[in-house]
């Protein structure tokens, strides 16, 4: 059955129904024709008309997005394609088939069935994976400096498939900019902010790691850390409350683990772990320390929150892999780019059946993996002509043994030439010295 409306044409993408609507967009499942046939699936976050109107918003916006389509990360949901559509400015990514943790949280309370400490730390861990690839991402050689900004439940999507993915880097400082924010902010957002975020600092990562660790005492205790009835409240619980440890809310949190939390909740950033990469790397330790806490399964937690949803899953549509790319526009990004980043990543032997021409223009924006592409295709065939080589030589050695005492007995047969033609020729300076003397 289709919705009311749909589909419908935006741009080059039909809308097939609606997603959500968020604080400052509207979400829709879209599909996008793919030159070799296929379809893909993708969701387009299209921003709603009182933000593509303000110019302040807007130019942040395509900074931003410019800057974070450049992300290709597990964790981070990839952006395809961004532009302006009758006026309105849009976002195309990878659609997540899944939940974002918000949901997640509200499922596990109305089953009674909580997210388990292990998985909820395996979690976040996969989330600071994400964000420290996206805070030390750089660029022909230079740091983008990309700093989230807005670490929240509503931001983490975890797939059916038990796929971890950050999204909407760079969004919030576009908001930030704008004079409506205030208006479309969806509620509670601001008990995720950081200290000096609230006190409007300047950033630096590590107030993405005070957001995800308030994210992660909450997927622990299923209670909201810094929550209160007023956003003026919220800010002073940030700005003032001393978190309580995790394990007073929650068997299952030792000493160690409320320890690794609490030291990223530091009001002073200073005194938190110095990135978020060392904090993912103390909560893989706690992690590993015994088995049982590493085998649980994502996917099975997820497929039993929500069995309905995923046995009404519908099939994605056929997607025909390209191995060309084609020519994008500078600072924007393809479907194409998408599958040649994709195909890269899912299959080399793949794209080397395919033979892409060697010289072939790579887009700017994904070319960091067509860049990869190019060079794996030229390594093969190093790696191929090498093997093929070492294989030619193995053989002359192989044969040499009997190719040996030929070789050997042909110098003295050059050499019995040499002695001939001395002598000859000494015969016949001979010759001619004895003609002269008689004469
Ligand atoms: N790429 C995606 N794939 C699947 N679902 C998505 C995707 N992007 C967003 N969603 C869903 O749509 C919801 C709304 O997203 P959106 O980012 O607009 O709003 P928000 O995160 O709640 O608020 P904000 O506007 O502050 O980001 C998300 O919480 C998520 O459930
Ligand atoms: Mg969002």
Redesign the pocket.
Known sequence: MTAAGFPRQFGRYTLTRK?????????FIARLQDEAGGERE??V?RILPSFSEDEAFVKMFIDEASLTSKLQHQNI?QIFDFDVVERQYYIA????????L??ILKAATEQQNPLSVPLAVRIVIELANGLHYAHTKEHKGKPLNIIHR?V?P??A?ISYAGDVKL??FG??KA?ERSTKTQA???KG?VAYMSPEQARGKPLDPRSDLFALATVLWELVTGKRLFLRSSDFETLTAILKEEAEPPSRHRKGVDKELDDIIMAALEKDREKRQPNVEAFARELTRWLHKTPERRAESLSAYMRQLFAEKVAKLEPPPREVPQARPERAGPGRTTNVDRNVAETFQASVPDVLQAKPPKRARRPENFADAATILEDSVSQEALLKALAESRQKRAEEVAKQPIQQPRKDAKPPAKGNGLLFGLIAAAVVIGGVVAFVLMK
């Open positions: 997603l959500a609507t968020g604080g400052m967009a509207e979400l993708c969701v976050k949901v990514m990878e659609f997540i088939r899944g939940e974002d918000q949901n807005d929240t509503h931001n999507m999204m909407d969004i919030a908001a479309g902010m969806v957002k």
